[in-house]
């Protein structure tokens, strides 16, 4: 189903009100997204659908998220093989699973999504050394990807890696833009493949755009007037609801 299908005003403006939450929270926490968005369309379309229409939106906000931060040369030559292991991940996955298709996989993410916040919440560290980044990264990639085809989002374990990196406010940000933007050129490319971005779904796409971008404006401007530690608490809250949020959808 695109938009222009949804012949319904009071199902447009749940759309509209559905991504403008979305862009919200991805402004401030700087994820969520594909996380509310495919969750509460959801309602009116089928996940596939929904990550279909938020190819464009993704693809904008994390190309805004990404340039916006002061880090991009040195986040991408230091995170190349984490995005290089996304990639192949997503595009592997596309071979052997259906895109969101496993209630049981988005249960799991958002227990692993809410466990992790928790122990965020708790200031508990997850000890990362500098010499497994080489090679723990492109795994990390590589799972997230084949969890982005299980379930139509990609934050785990990209997240929790990225954030084990102990990287500033704004380059956690805005390496969370890189990875997201990565995942949502993978899961393009594969959706493509499979005929599943048609043009009109790329039109409605387009017109997703606007609620999801005002949404994140008005997020970004409350991130910029938090602190460090105040954000370190929006960060870990917002995973904790996503997570809870995620298996309660499962669930029901």
Known sequence: MSLFA????????????????????????????????????????????????????????NVWQLLAGPSVRALAARLWPMMLGVLLGTLAGAQFFPLGAYAWATALLGVALAAYAGLGLAAKQWPLKSDQEAWMGPLVGFATGVVTILTGVFVIPAVPYLQALKLEKDDLVQALGLSFLVSTVALALALFGNGL????????????????????????????????????????SGLLLLGGYLVLKALI
């Open 6 to 61: 949804i012949e319904s005003p009071a199902l447009l403006i749940f759309a509209a009100l559905v991504l403008l939450l979305a862009g919200f929270v991805k402004g401030v926490i700087g994820l969520g997204l594909p996380t509310i968005s495919v969750g509460l369309l959801g309602l009116i379309m089928a996940p596939v659908e929904a990550a279909a229409l938020l190819v464009v939106p993704n693809l904008v906000t």
């Open 197 to 236: 971005f048609a043009t009109e779904i790329a039109g409605s796409s387009l017109l997703a755009l606007a609620p999801a971008l005002g949404g994140m404006l008005v997020g970004q401007a409350l991130r910029n007037r938090i602190s460090a530690a105040a954000f370190r608490r929006w960060f870990f």
